[in-house]
């Protein structure tokens, strides 16, 4: 009978000898010339990334051996080179994504150097980029801060939240609740084509259509508001609230519903008393989603802003609009050199950071509202 | 005790009653006030011009008042028991606050502009004002409390506007530093839209007789009411740009034998018989017309270069997840690292494109490194969705080949990819659509080019050479940097000149280009929705 | 009428004065005497009474022309094999049916002589009269407290929101003298008592369906519906909701499915037997029918020939 009270190093060790244990049976079942044909797979796929990294023209050697023995190993031992393929595939996955974060931090690097700001003594780097207000790339002081963009993507975040987050749940409670059939067949993929419209068709309209409007309405000098790039963007991200929301009411089982109508409510108690309650976890990951990819949008922002980064005056003033961390990625990587450049990954860095807490934030969430469920999935 | 119950509702109804009449038709008047509200920012009718032989304005107002009395009327009808309902006992917070929000505004407004009192005054107004109309709506019996402050909302923004105090000239200027007003031509709409909407919500709670009833018609009417504006507004995009869109792309169109250019059929020389220099044409001098043919073949050549990537490495890595692996520390990480990639921004790859696909393709812009960073994007969805297809092909298949002998990966190959094709080729499609429409990471990583001659498109195919240097293989097409119709239009936006003087109207041109594009990128949304509906029938009826 | 059974083919045979008897065969009844069979004649009054209903689920027709009257204050059993149409039957006497777009209903059923099926009902009000409880627990994913004190919230008879409660208005104390009326009714109070908010989930599964039972008193119905309530769980806790039934019995109108016929005939007072197709063969007192069925089919059901 094995010991309840196990420590984690222990289960851990036993969890590596396990590991060894299964692939020296691997090694001990397969044909000795099927693990030569995969040993040289690995090698070479190691040495053509390697070289790859290291920037070289040979890399093509490895690769090309790759390909060989692959071939070889396909029409030989297809079975295993199968199985190793699809294992570097996996892996793939997370070397793309270490690859991501270890290149635009790498590259974010000088310009947080150059931006460090002393507090009680203390240098800390990068932190300049969060105290002063001011991006001036141009005449002295140099400086890259980061403020006005963070201010100009909060501003249409919150306002494109205010628009995705309430029209696209009741969408969500219309498509998966209310909507007879013929009618759902209608929204739902209306709903899923408009997820499809591309960023820069939205911003292309609302440049030509919207902005000039939105200037004679308010009376504001020049073009740009974070208003309407607010709107703009809610509305590009209503469809993510809506299919994940969707799926997430849908998922309450039948059997809740029927009880709490059979005892004499109307559907709309239901739905708010039973189905969205049941469904919080889901319905708040799809809010977190759309805030999400309201944060990561590019296109519309960029074309529809003014492209002068700055704080607005006062800071509440929506019908101006300047920049946003995305804009200012895409309206100045033609002429940036060197450290604004590297600002500009700054930026990117912030942007990868917040949306990966916000994602992660939202799998935690519906992991919570899972246990709490009493185990019920 | 059962059935000693002295229940006031009935449990069959009677007939319509006037009081069901009157509702319906208040729900008809804000229906109608909220078109013409919305016809009213579009600019459709001009607040001073004349609609039914009266001025907009004053018809909006007047229509505003009546609605408002209507509201009050029927509120009052169910409480002096003129019509039979069930009213709560109070009409509970979510109304109080929904009535408190937009007294308060106009408590603010007033107190801070008209009365002179600045912004601490505006705050003082707004929360007293606020906190009346809340108070009003929550502590007498709901049908009193549902109709009463929104009913007077309504004929207070309506004698508003019918008495020109907001006439269509007025103006508020906020006085800020970056200057901006908020003009009576934005007011009076908005405005209109927003009481208009309480007031059909009001009504549709009285035509449900208050209590649980009335809320869930007044839900069933704003819930109805956004599903189907969605749907509108929809709609409305895209004809826009159809509208906008055709006569760009159809200048210089030409239908007969022998008007178009001439291609290669099955070793036939062969003129087609369409002309439509928009897609046919690239940028040229020489060009009677110009058109955007480089960018579609740089998009087509993009899809199909990120779909070659994409497709192997994520069904590759989904068939080890669900087949080959167990649920541990590493599928985990992977599953991890998958979210991550698809929550990525899609600028933030266009970056890493930038650090660490330039350096090492050419150093310079290129359609290969747009074409990986495009394929790094697919990734992602091409996992989740063939897992999702490869984890819903039931168990019982897999047995049943495992109980024939037949090996792990035979079974893979033979039994389950088959049967998750479908599912496959469906997110595929999605994943084409989603990326075909992406400018951010080809802005950083391949654009340019987007002037050149139809006869300079990018040509891949027959740009393969062999070197006699290290890596042995080159294709200068593919380290060009190339346009793309996403980049096309981005340009065209920014820089908009280039275009020279063969372009008889530039804008027309832009639209053109933004239909092209739409066209292209809701294709594949709309292939993508029907396999996948087409497919679930398939497998509903087996 | 008479009744001769035959020594030497154990055929029953019903005579009545003016007809020929009619004998019966495995296959279908013919209406006539299924006419004869369902009509059963009690003291008091008829609570609901269902006349030729028809349902049909798209092209299948599961249930043919039933028609039936239900004592008050009283438990009906309605028996038979399974996939003949007793839950589709319940499910027609609140309105449940209406939540499947596929089904088409024909016929009439009156509660207290008010037809159900027209244009005009209120189904609100009408499951608040008509309760019901299902055959696997579906307990709310709320606490025991707010289980039971749902249904008179919904209805704005209890009111203990954070606006009555700001106003001094709260009908607390009603509620909790309410959610301890229904548990002890229910046979559950004294295995909660001292944890009433915790989460329903948590309960066995004969303690959720208790709860269920409890939840539907709470809205004081007049009929309850019960769908096999008790194939879910174990002996002991079905012996615990037999013995709830019969003192709800009492007070209410109970209609029970259930396919265990040994409950049927311990806890009904009349039983209906549904047999293949959606047909009601049989329908009368509980003892007459177990001990002496008119129906030679239903006889081969209750001793187990089939089914």
């Known amino acids: 009978m094995a010991q309840v009270n196990t420590s984690r190093s222990d289960r851990l060790v036993d969890a590596v000898g396990e590991r060894v244990r299964r692939a020296r049976g691997f090694v001990d079942d397969t044909d000795p010339a099927a693990l030569a044909v995969i040993a040289v797979m690995t090698a070479s796929i190691l040495a053509a990334l390697v070289g790859f990294l290291a920037v070289s023209d040979w890399t093509i050697v490895p690769f090309a051996v790759f390909l060989a023995s692959a071939a070889v190993g396909w029409v030989r031992y297809q079975a295993e080179t199968a199985y190793t393929i699809a ?77 995705a987050a309430p029209l696209g749940v009741s969408a969500a409670l219309f498509l998966s609740e209310i909507a007879p059939t013929t009618v759902r067949e209608v929204v739902k993929p209306g709903v899923e084509i408009l997820a499809g419209i591309p960023s820069i068709v939205y911003g292309f309209i609302g440049f030509t259509v919207l902005s000039p409007w939105a ?56 739905m708010t008393s039973i189905t969205l309650p049941a469904a919080f976890s889901g319905v708040s990951a799809a809010v977190l989603l759309g805030v999400g990819r309201a944060i990561g949008e590019t296109m519309a922002a960029t074309v529809m802003l003014r492209g002068v980064p700055r704080l607005t005056e006062p800071l509440v003033n929506v019908f101006y609009g300047q920049e946003t961390l995305t804009s200012i990625i895409a309206r100045n990587y033609g002429e940036a050199d060197g450290l604004q450049m590297d600002a500009l990954f700054v930026a990117g860095v912030i942007l990868f950071i917040t949306v990966l807490v916000i994602s992660v934030g939202a799998q935690y969430i519906e992991w919570r509202m899972h246990k709490r469920l009493g185990g019920e999935v | 005790m059962a059935g000693a119950r002295p229940t006031d509702t009935q449990l069959v109804e009677d007939e319509t009653t006037e009081a069901d009449a009157t509702a319906a038709l208040a729900i008809g008047v804000s229906a109608t006030l909220f078109a013409l509200a919305v016809a009213a920012m579009f600019g459709r009718i001009t607040l001073t011009g004349t609609l039914a032989g009266v001025q907009t304005v004053t018809l909006l107002g007047g229509l505003l008042t009546v609605l408002g009395l209507t509201v009050i009327a029927l509120g009052a009808g169910s ?276 650090a660490f696909l330039i350096p090492r393709f050419g150093n310079g812009k290129s359609l290969l490194s747009g074409m990986i960073t495009l394929g790094f994007m697919l990734l992602p969805l091409v996992v989740i969705t063939s897992r999702e297809a490869m984890l819903s092909v039931p168990d019982e298949y897999r047995d049943a080949s495992a109980a024939l002998g037949v090996s792990k990966w035979q079974t893979i190959r033979s039994v389950v990819l088959p049967a998750a094709l479908p599912g496959v080729v469906t997110g595929v499609i999605l994943g084409v659509g989603r990326i075909a429409g992406e400018t951010a990471p080809i802005l950083l990583t391949m654009a340019g080019g987007t002037f050149v001659p ?89 | 009428m008479s009744e001769n059974q035959n020594p030497q083919t154990n055929q029953r045979t019903v005579t009545t004065t003016a007809e020929q008897p009619r004998t019966t065969t495995a296959g279908e009844t013919d209406e006539r005497t299924r006419d004869a069979w369902t009509a059963y004649d009690f003291d008091g009054d008829a609570k609901m009474t269902v006349e030729d209903l028809d349902v049909y689920y798209g092209d299948d027709h599961a249930l043919k022309g039933v028609s039936m009257e239900i004592p008050e204050r009283s438990v009906t059993a309605l028996i038979g094999p399974s996939g003949c149409g007793k839950s589709t039957y319940l499910r027609c006497l609140n309105r449940m049916n209406d939540r499947i777009p596929s089904a088409r209903i024909d016929g009439s059923v009156r509660f207290d002589g008010q037809e159900i099926y027209q244009d005009g009902v209120n189904l609100v009000e009408l499951r608040k009269r008509v309760g019901m409880v299902f055959q696997s627990p579906n307990p709310f994913p709320k606490s025991i407290r707010e289980n039971i004190a749902y249904g008179p919230q919904k209805h704005g008879d209890l009111d203990t929101g954070l606006l009555a409660r700001l106003l001094n208005r709260s009908d607390a ?57 008790a194939s879910a769980l174990d002996p002991i806790a079905t012996a615990k909701i037999e013995d709830l039934i019969a003192d709800l019995a009492e007070e209410y ?55």
């Open chain 1, 87 to 163: 294992l570097m595939m996996t892996v793939s996955t997370i070397l793309i994504l270490g690859l991501i974060i270890v290149f635009i931090f790498r590259e974010s690097i000088p310009v947080v150097q150059y931006e460090s700001a002393t507090v009680f003594g203390v240098t800390v780097p990068g932190l300049r980029m969060f105290l002063q207000p001011n991006w001036d790339a141009v005449s002295p002081p140099i400086r890259y801060s980061m403020v006005p963009m963070i201010h100009g993507t909060v501003m249409v975040t919150l306002i494109a939240s205010a628009v």
């Open chain 1, 215 to 270: 200037s004679d309405q308010f009376q504001t000098t020049g073009q740009g508001s974070y208003l309407f790039v607010g709107i703009v963007v809610g509305l590009m991200a209503l469809p993510t609230v809506v299919s994940v929301a969707e799926d997430a009411l849908s998922s309450v089982p039948e059997s809740m519903k029927s009880g709490s109508l059979a005892m004499g409510t109307t559907d709309w108690q239901t």
């Open chain 2, 79 to 354: 409480r002096f028991g003129y019509v039979e309902s069930t009213p709560d006992p109070s009409a509970g917070l979510i109304a109080g606050v929904g009535a408190a929000v937009p007294w308060a505004l106009i408590g603010g407004s007033v107190a801070s502009e008209t009365l002179g009192l600045g912004t601490g005054g505006g705050v003082v107004g707004a929360v007293v004002v606020g906190g009346v109309a809340l108070a009003a709506t929550v502590l007498p019996r709901e049908d009193v409390g549902s109709t009463g402050p929104l009913g007077a909302l309504l004929v207070v923004t309506g004698l508003v506007f019918s008495t020109g105090v907001i006439g269509p000239t007025w103006v508020w200027e906020l006085g800020w530093e970056q200057q901006a007003a908020i003009t009576a031509d934005f007011l009076i709409p908005v405005a209109t839209l927003f009481t208009t909407l309480y007031g059909g919500w009001a009504s549709a709670k009285a035509y449900g007789g208050f209590g649980a009833r009335g809320r869930h018609m007044g839900a069933y009417v704003l819930v109805y009411l956004n599903a189907l504006s969605i749907v509108a507004f929809l709609f409305i995009l895209v004809a826009y740009v159809v509208v906008q869109g055709v006569p760009g792309l159809l200048t210089g169109f030409e239908l007969g034998l022998g008007t178009g250019p001439e291609t290669t059929i099955f070793g036939v020389s062969v003129a087609l018989p369409v002309s439509i220099p928009f897609v046919m044409n690239g940028v040229a001098l020489l060009n009677d017309f110009q058109g955007v043919l480089p960018a579609i073949v740089g998009t087509f050549w993009l899809v199909i270069g990120a779909v070659l990537l994409a497709v192997p490495l994520g069904v590759g890595a989904a068939v080890f997840l669900t087949e080959y692996a167990e649920r541990g520390r590493f599928t985990q990480v992977v599953e991890v690292a998958t979210n991550g990639l698809w929550s990525t921004p899609s600028i933030v790859f266009g970056l890493f494109g930038f």
């Open chain 2, 454 to 542: 139809g006869s300079q498109t990018v040509d891949v195919i027959g740009s393969f050479q062999f070197t006699s240097a290290p890596p042995f293989v080159a294709n200068p097409a593919l380290l060009e940097a190339t346009s793309a119709l996403p980049y096309q239009l981005f340009a065209l936006i920014t820089a908009g000149v280039g275009l020279g003087s063969n372009v008889s109207d530039p804008n027309a041109f832009r639209w053109a280009t933004a239909l092209v594009l739409l066209v292209v990128v809701l294709s594949f949304y709309a292939i993508g929705i029907v396999t996948r509906y087409y497919f679930r029938r398939r497998l509903k009826h087996t």
């Open chain 3, 173 to 229: 104390a009603e509620r909790d003298e309410l959610v301890e009326r229904c548990l002890r009714d229910a046979a559950l109070w004294d295995e909660v008592h001292d944890r009433l908010d915790d989460n329903a989930l948590g309960l066995s599964g004969g303690q959720q369906q208790r709860l269920c039972i409890a939840r539907c008193l709470s809205v004081d119905p007049e009929i309850i519906l019960m769908d096999e309530p």
């Open chain 3, 253 to 307: 109108t109970v209609v029970i499915v259930t396919h265990n016929m040994q409950q049927a005939a311990r806890i009904s007072d009349q039983t209906a037997v549904f047999l293949t197709g959606g047909e009601l063969v049989e329908y009368g007192d509980t003892d007459r029918v177990f001990e002496d069925p008119h129906s030679e089919r239903v006889e081969d059901y209750i001793t187990g020939k089939f089914g």
